[in-house]
């Protein structure tokens, strides 16, 4: 592999050592600021991951859970920003999710899963711990 | 008053004023020291008996009815009359024979109507004008003779000029009857208006077919082959179908007559300023008070003495100041503005007189000033009323400019500040300036808060202007922005997309707003976008500004699934459609649900299920249904003459021709349709954003209902059109809401907010008053043209199928946390468990 960067959009995203990287798609599969779903696997159980292309093409990772519904549908919200914090809005009860920390803006207790992603000879591949 | 728990109120009288006392007593009573019992001869809820010609352009009884106190301390007993009052034993009777014991009574029995002693005046065919029922049987009576088969134009003598003869004039005028109005004075609302005025308004209203007569009466009523025949004091004859006595009203006094009372000379139960009759246990409100031998024939005054009575049986001194009996009326006669206030006819001696009149405009402006020029003491206000909000809380106050310059045109504006804060905004509640002010520094923000909490502007609305000038006044900057991201309305950001040929979302961002958008003005821009024709909604960057529901073409559902609809104009569907549905929703296991708007939903396809679904529907000749987006939904409608024996006209052509017609539109929020083909509404047309409803001789266009969680129904906006003319309306109506409302506003409060309400709506898009008729059509035109179903969008272009997968890396496998179980012979989704998230 080559010209490999680890995109670490804040210091949350340094990535443990230990972890596996699975490889999903290309990166122009995806859509700028359009989520797509991603079907991995921890330890032989199914994991999903919602994938968010930004304009400036680095990615983010997030559980796909909503956790206010139980849905796997957070890679179907709309992206933006809330005071200039990339946010994807939960296209079930339109809770806001920080795509960089996972923590939920409209109720700082609920935080979901994020994953460090980097981009391999136009390769997107996601950390799994 | 001693502190008796338990002791009981007897109200006789279920009108607005009896309604009022009750109220303003509970709001009072924390400590429930009186038990009410409310006496009503009218076997129905207290209604607002002023709006009563409303129900006669669309309005049903129940849109009347006053809010109910419910209340375990309050009992209503309706539909029995009290007949008799034994003062000794404190104790009402009533006509079924109960007797109701009292520590205290209030008479709030109101008026009955005054009808001239003149022969025939009980002959079928002659009214009077007061209440639902009387309204009701004038209804039945113009519907017999405007169906009567015989030629000629059907007409209605109005005996009395007045308020209450101009209204059953106007009532009966949209029932199809020509109103010929007489009236005793040499003008028209004597009470109200001077001879100027009076003059205005004659020719204003007789511009609106009606005819007037005035300085002369009824001298008798003879029956002429099943018509009436009214013959005038000048010799005059005139026919009429019907004859509608509203010449006055007479308090409803005969209880307390009969029990002894003493009585005000012209009638009514004499009582002091404390609304109080000389037996200390009986009280007196409304138009059945004389109060200092006076009475008042308006809810305003009404509405101040329950308030005072209230006071008074809870130890309070309140009592009745001239500001309480205000009798200043602000009213729309037949489409003209007519204001009254303070001391109109100048009858303060020494009074100056100050005059604008304008006949060509026709409007006539009077203000009455003190004899030294310095105080304002009242004024008339005929053809344009836009001043009476600013004018009449001045009364009694020093005047703030040269009064010529008041009311002549393109004279000075005056602004809130030029109000004293004792000055009454509200007069129907009596509130003031100061008391809204120190409402707004409290935190009510807008219009609504303001009502809420200090209830201005909750009866006649005629403050509001002036509750907006005291916003804006005290600095409350009502914020419009759509979100953080943009700074305007969403109609101003439609008119900017529109204006600059704008047609991408970064674009309109990077020029108009700031950041990179959000869940909020994203689906907004989108809709505007697909509003202006910019192609499929899931082209281009549009396919990122769609929320989950327009960009999978389909409704999310609770478990992460999706419903589909295909769309079924006007509810009509032929068996082979309802079979292909049928299978569809077997072969792919779905939940299927007939819905409110007369088509099948499908509940339960997966992302990846989805084209596959629709390649099935589109190619057995089904469409996009748009259950998903805001925009429009269905045309529902009943099946009308095609098989119906009451249908007047073919309402499923029609439901199909405007679903047709509409389908894709997309809107600031949902609309939704309906079409009737006879007044008996079996389509509910009357509950959504525009229904139709079919009359003998066309159609009637309804505008501004809803259902949903606050209900509402539709106004009539046109009446009898031809079916090109209710087109041209529709798509004039959709077109004008869709440039100019809200984001999720829905039609009903989109006119709701609009400046001038459904007045203004009627004359911007029936009488073209901003000429922009024209180009709104062209709008509806070009959308109608460039119609494409946006399931087919998606299946003719491999790019945006690929979008419809499940996971980007596994495209064919199901969601592993979708399941089903069965319920009633369906697929039913298996709860999901929600995920330990919270720390």
């Known amino acids: 592999m080559t010209a490999e960067t680890i995109h670490t959009a804040g210091t949350v995203h340094d990535a443990p050592s230990d972890i596996r990287w699975e490889t999903v798609c290309l990166l122009d599969r995806l859509l700028p600021e359009r989520g797509a779903a991603a079907l991995l696997a921890a330890g032989g159980e199914p994991v999903q991951v919602a994938l968010f292309r930004m304009v400036d093409d680095t990615v983010h990772a997030i559980g796909n859970i909503d956790p206010f519904s139980g849905a796997a549908v957070l890679s179907r919200g709309i992206v933006g920003d809330r005071g200039g914090v990339p946010i994807v809005a939960s296209p079930v009860y339109k809770q806001a999710f920080n795509l960089i920390t996972g923590q939920c803006l409209d109720d700082p207790d609920v935080r979901v899963p994020v994953y460090p992603v980097r981009i391999a000879d136009g390769w997107l591949q996601v950390g799994i711990p | 008053m001693t502190e008796l728990v338990g002791k009981e109120l007897v109200v006789v009288g279920n009108g607005m004023v009896g309604h009022r006392l009750v109220q303003a007593v509970r709001d009072r009573d924390t400590a429930g020291t009186w038990r009410i019992t409310v006496l009503g001869e009218e076997p129905r809820p207290a209604y607002d008996r002023v709006a009563l010609s409303s129900c006669v352009d669309g309005k049903s009884a129940d849109d009347l009815t006053l809010p109910a106190v419910s209340d375990p301390l309050v009992q209503l007993h309706l539909g029995d009359a009290a007949v008799a009052l034994d003062r000794d034993a ?39 004008y007061r209440t639902l029922d009387d309204l009701d049987a004038i209804m039945a009576a113009a519907e017999r003779a405007v169906a009567a088969p015989r030629p000629g134009r059907r007409s209605a003598v109005v005996v009395g000029g007045g308020l209450l003869g101009l209204e059953a004039a106007r009532a009966l005028r949209l029932l199809g009857l020509s109103p010929q109005v007489v009236e005793i004075a040499p003008r028209l609302m004597p009470m109200q208006v001077d001879e100027g005025g009076g003059a205005v308004l004659r020719r204003l209203v007789e511009s609106e077919d009606l005819q007037v007569r005035c300085g002369v009466s009824v001298t008798s009523i003879a029956e002429d082959r099943g018509r009436l025949i009214a013959t005038l004091s000048d010799g005059v004859e005139l026919d009429a179908d019907l004859v509608v006595f509203s010449a006055g009203i007479r308090p409803a006094d005969g209880l307390a007559r009969e029990a002894g009372l003493p009585l005000g000379e012209r009638g009514g139960v004499l009582v002091n300023s404390a609304c109080r009759s000389p037996d200390p246990h009986i009280w007196a409100v409304g138009e059945v008070a004389a109060l200092e031998g006076r009475t008042y024939g308006l809810v305003a005054p009404g509405y101040a003495m329950a308030e005072v009575v209230a006071d008074r049986l809870l130890g309070g001194e309140a009592t009745m100041t001239p500001a309480d009996l205000d009798t200043s009326t602000q009213l729309k006669m037949l489409g003209v503005d007519v204001a009254s206030f303070g001391d109109a006819l100048a009858r303060t001696p020494g009074a100056l007189e100050v005059v604008v009149n304008d006949p060509v405009a026709g409007s006539y402006a009077k203000l009455v000033v003190s004899d030294d020029a310095k105080t304002l003491l009242g004024g008339v206000l005929v053809g344009d009323a836009s001043k009476y909000a600013t004018l009449r809380p001045l009364v009694g106050s020093p005047l703030p400019a040269d009064p010529v310059a008041m009311i002549a045109p393109g004279g000075v504006e005056l602004g809130a500040d030029a109000l004293p804060d004792s000055a009454q905004v509200c007069s129907c509640n009596a509130i003031t300036k100061g008391a809204i002010c120190s409402a707004i520094a409290d935190g009510a923000h807008d219009v609504p808060a303001i009502k809420a909490c200090t209830r201005a502007g909750t009866s006649c609305g005629s403050c509001v202007p002036m509750l907006k000038k005291l916003l804006e006044q005290s600095g409350v900057e009502v914020s419009k922005a759509l979100c953080e991201h943009f700074a305007v309305s969403r109609a101003e950001l439609f008119e900017i997309i529109a ?98 708007g007369q088509r099948i939903d499908m509940f339960g396809a997966r992302v990846e299920q989805l084209p596959a679904i629709w390649r099935r529907l589109v190619d057995a000749g089904f469409e996009s249904g748009h259950a998903y987006g805001k925009a429009l939904r269905t045309v529902k409608s009943c099946v009308g003459t095609t098989w119906c024996r009451y249908g007047q006209q073919d309402s499923v052509g029609l439901a199909v021709a405007l679903e047709l017609r509409y389908r894709g539109l997309r809107a600031p929020h949902k609309v939704k349709a309906g079409v009737s083909g006879c007044a008996r509404e079996c389509a509910e047309a009357r509950s959504k954003d525009f229904g139709v409803i079919a009359t003998e001789k066309g159609w009637n266009l309804y505008v501004g209902g809803n259902g949903g969680f606050q209900p509402r129904h539709a106004d009539l906006l046109a009446s009898d059109v031809d079916t090109d003319a209710l087109i041209s309306l529709i798509d004039r109506f959709l077109m004008f809401y869709i440039r100019t409302a809200d984001r999720l506003q829905r039609t009903a409060a989109w006119i709701e907010a609009m400046d001038g309400g459904l007045d203004h709506l009627r004359a911007v898009i029936v009488d073209d008053s901003l000429g922009i008729c024209a180009d709104l059509e062209a709008a509806m035109e070009a959308h109608v043209a460039n119609y494409s179903d946006e399931w087919r969008g998606v299946l003719e ?35 999901l468990g929600l995920p330990g998230v919270r720390a």
């Open chain 2, 499 to 596: 204006g600059t040929g704008i047609r991408t979302f970064s674009e309109l961002i990077a020029q108009y707003g700031r950041g990179r958008g959000c869940d909020i003005c994203k689906p907004a821009v989108a809709s505007i976008l697909a509003s202006l024709g910019t192609g499929h909604v899931l082209s281009g960057e549009q396919a990122t500004l769609q929320d989950t529901n327009d960009h999978f073409l389909a409704n999310l559902q609770r478990n992460g699934t999706y419903s589909v609809v295909p769309r079924i104009p006007g509810g009509e569907i032929t068996p082979e459609g309802l079979i292909t549905i049928g299978e569809v929703a077997r072969d792919f296991g779905l939940y299927t649900k007939i819905t409110g």
């Open chain 2, 797 to 831: 272009d491999p790019e945006k199928l690929e979008r419809f997968v499940s996971f980007v890396n596994a495209p064919d496998t199901p969601d592993p946390t979708i399941s089903f179980v069965s319920e009633r012979g369906q697929p039913v989704p298996v709860p």
């Open chain 2, 90 to 128: 404190r104790v009402v009777r009533t006509a079924s024979g109960a007797e109701f014991r009292y520590d205290a009574l209030v008479l709030a029995t109101g008026s009955v109507p005054f009808v001239p002693p003149v022969p025939g005046r009980d002959l079928p065919g002659c009214f009077v």
